[in-house]
């Protein structure tokens, strides 16, 4: 079984800044992905941003230059730094991996999500 458990959410002012992480536990044995999505109210949920196992990264357009995704492999953690957060960043953000269990198993995981309030 393997969870993922975020932190770092909360209420910041527009121009502000925040950090989320997510750590990664269980019975892994490897980590390939790991990202954030996030899920405005009446709107679908959306890939933030994510890192592959060697570390390249990929990310919305709409937070290019504003968000980081990065990773601590001996950790099972990812992280995302927010800068110059805007009204429209305001959403659930849900920690996403795809694991491979010790059992050999593929996983697509999810985390329980972390509310980010940015307010004008």
């Known amino acids: 079984q393997v969870q993922l458990v975020e932190f770092g959410g909360g209420l910041v002012q527009a121009g502000g800044s925040l950090r989320l992480s997510c750590v990664a536990s269980g019975s892994i044995f490897s980590i390939n992905f790991m990202g954030w999505y996030r899920q405005a109210p009446g709107k679908q949920r959306e890939l933030v941003a994510n890192i592959s196992k060697s570390g390249t990264t990929n990310s919305a357009d709409s937070v290019k230059g504003r968000f980081t995704i990065s990773k601590d492999n001996a950790k099972n953690m990812v992280y995302l730094q927010m800068n110059s957060l805007k009204p429209e960043d305001t959403a659930v953000y849900y920690c996403?991996?795809?694991?491979?269990?010790?059992?050999?198993?593929?996983?697509?995981?999810w985390g329980q999500g972390t509310q980010v309030t940015v307010s004008s």
């Open positions: 996403n991996a795809i694991i491979r269990t010790r059992w050999g198993t593929a996983l697509n995981s």
